[in-house]
């Protein structure tokens, strides 16, 4: 590894794309249940295998009806039985007649429309009187109403959501090809890091960062990171980072990257050729080391000032790890928001400043805007960033300025 390479936010997240390769697809067959698919990505579509809703159904518990029957309401109509969700009865219904019924059954072939039960007098095993006029269709769930058969309702490179699995399963899908999630190592290193709840002395302050990124992987659908506390010592840095990134697909450190005597991840990573030491034109966050490793894993060696390190996650780690998951979006969408009050921002670089979100969202710093990186305590209350691009150095009150916003 070379000297530091000065890089753009832009070239360097392209640079750390181009060394990732997505995972291979996997199929899973769903027989034995599909809850374990639940924040993976998609390696295929999904189209439905029948028709949503599968068959005319009642929206409404009440009365099954022939809807000319209620012409002159209120009448009376005589019950000939009842369909219960689930049932697979298809009830005959003669003029005058109407069938119990419960949201979610089939609607008999010759009803209708649902009355529900509050427009009625009650639920009755022979007599039904009806008190309202009801048009064709109503309180009925139309077959195919949602999605015709075959129609799509899941694409490849989509994350399955809570809401994208179950309408999987609702489609009738048996079997489902996804890519697995990433593997990924956190390792911190620093001489001043007690564990939170220690007594400090001088100079020393609680390791905060292992909880920030491992929080973050969970925050991205990754729940299982090994996480590891180093000395800062080159020898053993070297040997539990060849550890962790023959084990792993991705290997997250902060610290250590900067030039100070002291600076041991940035040093034990320059015998990797294919990592690079880069500082980008970002603050917080200009200084990491990126790229493969011999052993196999990509390495983020973030800063390790916190503010520094989240936003190293979010803009070149986070995009990563989706584009080992074949994610067809490797970024947060961007939002447009207005700063309710001004701030500087460095104009040879891209500022990312921590912000919270007013009613009509617009947004105020978090943070100073001077002293982003080691912020740690307002960055808690952050629900965003505000992205300004190189070249402006004021953001004044009412400008649209873009956001992304952060979980939850
Ligand atoms: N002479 C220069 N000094 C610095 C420069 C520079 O260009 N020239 N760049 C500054 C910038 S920008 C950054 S960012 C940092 C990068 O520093 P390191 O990655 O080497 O990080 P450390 O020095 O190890 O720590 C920085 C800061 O963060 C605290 N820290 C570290 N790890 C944790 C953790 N796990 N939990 C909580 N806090 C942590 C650490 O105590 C320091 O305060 O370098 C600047 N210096
Ligand atoms: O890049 Mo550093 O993160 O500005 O403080």
Not at 126 to 147: F, L
Not at 317 to 322: E, H, K, S, V
Not at 345 to 370: H, I, M, T, Y
Not at 377 to 383: D, E, K, N, V
Request: net charge negative; charged share 20%; glycine share 10%.
């Amino acid at each position: 590894m070379a000297a530091s390479i000065l890089r753009s936010y832009e070239e360097q997240r392209d640079w750390i794309l181009s060394a990732i390769t997505a995972f291979e697809p996997e199929a899973h067959d769903l027989a034995g249940g599909f809850a374990h698919l639940h924040g993976l990505y998609l390696a295929q579509d999904v189209h439905t295998a029948h028709p949503l809703p599968l068959w005319a159904n009642s929206a409404m518990d009440g009365y099954a009806v022939r809807s000319l029957d209620t012409l002159g309401a209120p009448v009376e109509l005589e019950v000939v039985g009842v369909v219960p969700a689930g049932s697979s009865e298809d009830p005959r219904l003669l003029p005058g007649q109407t069938v119990r019924i419960m949201t979610g059954a089939p609607l008999p072939t010759d009803a209708d429309a649902v009355v529900k039960v509050e427009d009625t007098n009650g639920f009755d095993a022979h007599r039904a009187r009806i008190n309202v006029e009801i048009s064709a269709g109503k309180n009925v769930r139309m077959r195919g109403e949602d999605r015709d058969a075959g129609a799509l309702v899941a694409r490849a490179g989509e994350q399955l959501t809570a809401a994208r699995l179950s309408a999987a399963a609702a489609a009738g899908a048996v079997r489902l090809s996804v890519r697995r999630s990433p593997k990924v190592a956190v390792l911190v290193t620093g001489a001043e890091l007690k564990a939170p709840g220690q007594d400090l002395g001088r100079g020393q302050i609680p390791e905060s960062n292992s909880l920030l990124i491992s929080g973050l992987l969970v925050e991205s659908g990754i729940t299982a990171a090994t996480v590891k506390h180093c000395v800062d010592e080159p020898e053993t840095v070297r040997q539990v980072l060849a550890e962790l990134a023959s084990t792993h697909d991705a290997v997250i450190s902060t610290g250590g990257v900067g030039p100070g005597e002291y600076d041991v991840m940035r040093q034990v990573l320059a015998d990797e050729p294919g990592v690079q030491s880069v500082r980008v034109r970002l603050r917080p966050g200009a200084p990491q080391c990126a790229g493969r490793m011999q052993a196999g894993a990509m390495i983020f060696a973030l800063p390790g000032n916190p503010v520094s390190a989240a936003v190293g996650f979010e803009l070149f780690a986070r995009p990563a790890l989706r584009a080992m998951q074949g994610a067809a979006e490797l970024a947060r969408p961007a939002l447009r928001s207005q700063a309710v009050l001004g701030w500087k921002s460095p104009a040879d670089r891209l500022q990312v400043l921590p912000v919270v979100f007013d009613e009509n969202f617009g947004c105020a710093p978090a943070v100073k805007a001077s002293q982003i990186s080691h912020s740690v305590g307002g960055f808690g209350s952050a629900q965003g960033y505000a992205l300004i691009p190189q070249g402006i150095e004021r953001v004044e009150p009412g400008d649209s300025v873009e956001v992304i916003r952060l979980q939850p």
